[in-house]
């Protein structure tokens, strides 16, 4: 699995962003999609995670603010990021996690996948 991030760029507090993580290789196996971050200095965070194409979580930071999608037939991820604020500014990294199930209810990580990052700063 190939995953690549674009949408990363300047902008002023309070604006918008939209990045997105197009996958290629085994995307089928392709179970979870998460978007981290890492600003400098700091450890990487989970920002927003996607199982299916429905079933999302999001880092309280980012409640309310940032919205976690998947679109299967372009095999792509997107994170719309509204209300952009300073503390936001950092690397984001696409992560895919390929897991497989024998009986639909127990999944096995088979392996997960990265991103090279795409670099977001909000201006105050």
């Known amino acids: 699995v190939q995953l690549v991030e674009s949408g990363g760029g300047l902008v002023q507090a309070g604006g918008s962003l939209r990045l997105a993580c197009a996958a290629s290789g085994s995307t089928s196996s392709i179970r979870t999609m998460t978007w981290y971050r890492q600003a400098p200095g700091k450890q990487r965070e989970l920002v927003a995670t996607?199982?299916?194409?429905?079933?999302?979580n999001y880092a309280e930071s980012v409640k309310g603010r940032f919205t976690i999608s998947r679109e299967n037939a372009k095999n792509t991820m997107y994170l719309q990021m509204n209300s952009l604020r300073p503390e936001d500014t950092a690397t984001y990294y696409c992560?895919?996690?390929?897991?497989?199930?024998?009986?639909?209810?127990?999944?096995?990580?088979?392996?997960?996948?990265w991103g090279q990052g795409t670099k977001v700063t909000v201006s105050s």
């Open positions: 996607i199982t299916g194409i429905e079933n999302t």
């Open positions: 992560n895919a996690r390929v897991e497989t199930t024998y009986d639909g209810r127990t999944w096995f990580v088979r392996g997960d996948y």
